[in-house]
């Protein structure tokens, strides 16, 4: 019996955007485009006609904007949702947003040629959208409750919340090791908004744009008790402080004698990524060994898992999110599968868990 074919609204301003994108996903057996849409207001039409599985959405275009309309549709008709995001920080801080309101994934759009660019990224971007349609809605994220920053407070060496001094504290030799991908910004900042100031180094690999790591990494530095970089080459990695791959390097953990340093890679994609959440995972394992503590969360695909395994198999203990918590189980799934995780996890008990496993 042929699968059925999730059904794709396409909603863009420009013309060629929106037939680049229908003969990109008609040409995948997985999806039928059912209809485009120049604004959205026709948009919001032709969502009540054909009742789309998954929605493509231009981040800026007349009459009204991508992130207004997102958060009206998230309020009265929740649905995946795709942005189709420019290569610009403007551009990565909407879609940013986005994702906060409850957006999925997003595609880049070329800055220039804009056909040729979307037709290099077509594979990724029907997997994007197909992995979309069957993705989950989950509920709007929410920040710590009092509670719960009396808890982290009481967690940290300063007893507030606030950036940490990296020195003299009990979890200096520790790494955490983080992985995401689809669904993954919003879940790295519910577990690093938790973390305690005086948490141990955290290195992460998201799959992302180069133009969007460095405001990613800057908008969760606003928020976190942690102090948050986008990693540079040879930067020490200290405890109280995060360590994001760019996104066009692969992020190594190496040992530089007594001290871990974060050192960046130009090499090939692996897994069809660079950065590799499966590079970082390999080396964290080779050199930090039994003192990482390694965290799958949400993603599409399988980068990772054989890392993770390594990890493992090297006395670190991994943890990976559990399949309702969530957007895609493909990531965390893999890892479970090829026997690398000791432990599965909503996302909003990870942290607890971390905390209660530096302390050891």
Same mark, same amino acid.
């Given at each position: 019996?042929?699968?059925?074919?999730? $059904?794709?609204?396409?909603?863009?301003?420009?013309?060629?955007?929106?037939?680049?994108?229908?003969?990109?996903?008609?040409?995948?057996?997985?999806?039928?485009?059912?209809?485009? /849409?120049?604004?959205?207001?026709?948009?919001?039409?032709? =969502?009540?006609?054909?009742?789309?599985?998954?929605?493509?959405? @231009?981040?800026?275009?007349?009459?009204?904007?991508?992130?207004?309309?997102?958060?009206?549709?998230?309020?009265?008709?929740?649905?995946?949702?795709?942005?189709?995001?420019?290569?610009?920080?403007?551009?990565?801080?909407?879609?940013?947003?986005?994702?906060?309101?409850?957006?999925?994934?997003?595609?880049?759009?070329?800055?220039?040629?804009?056909?040729?660019?979307?037709?290099?990224?077509?594979?990724?971007?029907?997997?994007?959208?197909?992995?979309?349609?069957?993705?989950? =809605?989950?509920?709007?994220?929410?920040?710590?409750?009092?509670?719960?920053?009396?808890?982290?407070?009481?967690?940290?060496? @300063? /007893?507030?919340?606030?950036?940490?001094?990296?020195?003299?504290?009990?979890?200096?030799? $520790?790494? =955490?090791?983080?992985?995401?991908?689809?669904?993954?910004?919003?879940?790295?900042?519910?577990?690093?908004?938790?973390?305690?100031?005086?948490?141990?180094?955290?290195?992460?690999?998201?799959?992302?744009?180069?133009?969007?790591?460095?405001?990613?990494?800057?908008?969760?530095?606003?928020?976190?008790?942690?102090?948050? %970089?986008?990693?540079?080459?040879?930067?020490?990695?200290?405890?109280?402080?995060?360590?994001?791959?760019?996104?066009? !390097?692969?992020?190594?953990?190496?040992?530089?004698?007594?001290? %871990?340093?974060?050192?960046?890679?130009?090499?090939?994609?692996?897994?069809?990524?660079?950065?590799?959440?499966?590079?970082?995972?390999?080396?964290?394992?080779?050199?930090?060994?039994?003192?990482?503590?390694?965290?799958?969360?949400?993603?599409?695909?399988? @980068?990772?898992?054989?890392?993770?395994?390594?990890?493992?198999?090297?006395?670190?203990?991994?943890?990976? !999110?559990?399949?309702?918590?969530?957007?895609?189980?493909?990531?965390?799934?893999?890892?479970?599968?090829?026997?690398?995780?000791?432990? =599965?996890?909503?996302?909003?008990?990870?942290?607890?868990?971390?905390?209660?496993?530096?302390?050891?």
């Amino acid at each position: 019996m042929e699968k059925k074919k999730s $059904k794709v609204l396409i909603v863009d301003d420009s013309a060629l955007v929106r037939q680049m994108l229908t003969e990109i996903l008609n040409s995948d057996p997985r999806l039928e485009v059912i209809g485009t /849409a120049s604004d959205p207001l026709i948009a919001r039409d032709k =969502i009540k006609q054909l009742h789309p599985d998954v929605l493509t959405l @231009d981040v800026e275009m007349p009459k009204m904007d991508g992130i207004t309309f997102l958060s009206n549709l998230m309020r009265l008709h929740p649905m995946p949702v795709i942005m189709v995001s420019s290569l610009t920080e403007k551009g990565a801080d909407i879609t940013l947003q986005a994702l906060e309101i409850g957006a999925i994934d997003f595609v880049a759009k070329p800055k220039l040629d804009v056909k040729q660019g979307l037709q290099e990224y077509a594979t990724e971007i029907c997997d994007k959208v197909a992995s979309a349609a069957g993705a989950r =809605i989950l509920d709007s994220w929410c920040p710590p409750t009092a509670d719960a920053i009396e808890t982290i407070k009481k967690h940290s060496t @300063d /007893a507030v919340l606030g950036k940490a001094a990296p020195q003299k504290l009990k979890t200096t030799e $520790k790494i =955490i090791a983080i992985g995401a991908s689809t669904g993954g910004t919003e879940a790295i900042k519910e577990v690093l908004l938790r973390m305690p100031a005086d948490s141990p180094g955290t290195v992460i690999t998201q799959h992302i744009p180069a133009a969007f790591s460095g405001p990613f990494a800057k908008r969760m530095d606003k928020n976190c008790a942690m102090t948050v %970089y986008e990693a540079s080459d040879g930067q020490q990695i200290l405890p109280g402080h995060v360590y994001i791959a760019p996104g066009d !390097q692969h992020l190594i953990v190496e040992r530089s004698g007594a001290r %871990y340093v974060c050192r960046l890679n130009d090499g090939p994609a692996v897994n069809r990524h660079r950065p590799s959440v499966n590079v970082m995972f390999r080396s964290v394992a080779q050199n930090v060994g039994a003192n990482a503590i390694g965290v799958m969360l949400t993603g599409m695909g399988d @980068d990772g898992a054989e890392g993770m395994k390594e990890m493992h198999d090297n006395g670190a203990h991994t943890l990976a !999110q559990d399949e309702k918590t969530s957007v895609v189980w493909g990531m965390p799934g893999e890892a479970v599968k090829h026997g690398g995780v000791d432990e =599965i996890v909503p996302l909003h008990n990870i942290t607890n868990k971390l905390i209660i496993l530096m302390e050891k």
